[in-house]
């Protein structure tokens, strides 16, 4: 089984929807990570958390938000989707001995808002 | 503004070969150079690491190289396969709890 899933792997929803992407890790890492790639634009973050009670904004946070419900569970919302949401979206994990440097990412969820 | 960017978008290589994929890197306090491979449908792969105090490292069939002097990171992948077939990401860190800063990725083709 993998290690980091993400579900949906696939979504496609209309402009002004709510969404939510969900990632659990069985890895028991603390940290935990959401990007989001876009053709020619490399990895993005979004948000990070260290630990439940840490939520951090990463470079893009606008029209997204994100819960950890648990060390293991870390989802990311769009609160109402529009079209230059549409992209690749990845969730990632890493623990404390490697920092941030060594992260391992889930299968991607390809969004497309239409 | 900080940047890590690639010289190259794509490099083709004759199986056998040995590849070099580079990269330039903006920010001098940088603690840490992190190369990642994304296969097709997949998510990134951590590779290898370098510290900044460092200048030469080696993995399985890869080795890191990095010239501070000029900003300048490199991963060489010996004796190419078909398998390397991938986007290669360079990244940076600063700090223990600083986020990764990933480049825009350069594709390696190889040829059979």
């Known amino acids: 089984d993998a290690d980091v899933t993400q579900t949906p792997r696939n979504r496609i929803t209309k402009t002004g929807k709510r969404i939510m992407l969900e990632c659990s890790q069985t890895?028991?890492?603390?940290?935990m990570y959401w990007y989001r790639q876009d053709p020619g634009l490399g990895l993005r973050l979004i948000y990070y958390s260290f630990d439940v009670k840490d939520i951090n904004k990463g470079e893009i946070s606008d029209g997204y938000s994100v819960s950890r419900q648990a060390q293991a569970k870390f989802s990311l919302s769009l609160e109402s989707a529009i079209p230059n949401q549409t992209a690749l979206y990845f969730c990632?994990?890493?623990?404390?001995?490697?920092?941030?440097?060594?992260?391992?990412f889930g299968p991607g969820t390809r969004l497309t808002v239409t | 503004g900080e940047s890590v960017g690639l010289h190259l978008p794509t490099l083709s290589v004759q199986e056998g070969d040995n590849s070099i994929i580079n990269c330039a890197y903006s920010n001098s306090a940088s603690d840490y150079f992190i190369w990642y491979k994304q296969e097709s449908g997949k998510g990134p792969q951590f590779i290898i690491d370098?510290?900044?105090?460092?200048d030469k490292r080696q993995g399985q069939r890869v080795t890191v190289l990095l010239n501070k002097t000029v900003k300048h990171l490199s991963l060489q992948i010996a004796a190419t396969q078909p398998g390397d077939s991938a986007v290669y990401f360079c990244a940076e860190s600063y700090g223990a709890n600083s986020k990764l800063t990933f480049g825009k990725g350069i594709t390696l083709s190889v040829r059979p």
């Open positions: 990632a994990t890493s623990d404390r001995v490697s920092h941030l440097r060594e992260q391992y």
């Open positions: 370098i510290r900044s105090n460092m």
């Open positions: 890895k028991g890492h603390d940290r």
